[in-house]
């Protein structure tokens, strides 16, 4: 699984369409779910690198209904209001880790908009075939060769103390 799931608007890239469907399912599944709604302006010094996302007080909060994509155009309806919001992409980001997608408008791009679930859920990732590794006492690896995964976890005394409880 890729970390960030890249489309653009006229690229040229083979995985441009594919990338496209990833981002149309995440959209999807967001119907009937409570989302935050953050737009910020990307500073012309120092790009993405210095939007600062803490909670302001125009950010929204509201149940995503029958998002949709079309072409390069993200639709989706506010429960309390009978309009058809829409948003013309130039570019979309979808953060399979944070669960975040951030749409980069083609009509203000100065602007970026973070839309997320507000109540962030946990992906799980299986690992099968398990290789572990320890350094020193409190760093402890996981490595799924096959799907190519690899988790490095740091022990804290407590948690190793828990790790040597369970595996007696």
């Not at 010094?45 to 007080?57: D, F, L, N, T, Y």
């Amino acid at each position: 699984m890729q970390l960030i799931t890249v489309w653009q608007h006229g690229s040229r890239n083979p995985e441009n369409a594919n990338n496209l469907d990833i981002i149309q399912q995440w959209w999807a599944n967001l119907n009937g779910k409570e989302v935050n709604w953050v737009e910020r302006l990307i500073p012309q010094i120092g790009g993405m690198s210095e939007v600062h996302w803490q909670p302001q007080r125009f950010d929204e909060i509201f149940v995503m209904v029958n998002p949709e994509i079309r072409g390069d155009t993200l639709y989706w309806y506010k429960p309390d209001s009978p309009l058809n919001h829409s948003q013309i992409a130039q570019k979309l980001e979808l953060d399979n880790l944070k669960q975040q997608l951030y749409i980069y408008p083609q009509s203000e791009e100065e602007l970026a908009i973070r839309v997320g679930l507000h109540q962030f859920e946990y992906q799980t990732i299986e690992l099968q075939n398990v290789e572990i590794t320890f350094e020193e006492q409190e760093f402890m690896t996981l490595r799924d060769v096959k799907q190519q995964l690899q988790v490095k976890v740091t022990l804290t005394p407590s948690n190793l103390t828990l790790l040597k409880e369970w595996l007696l």
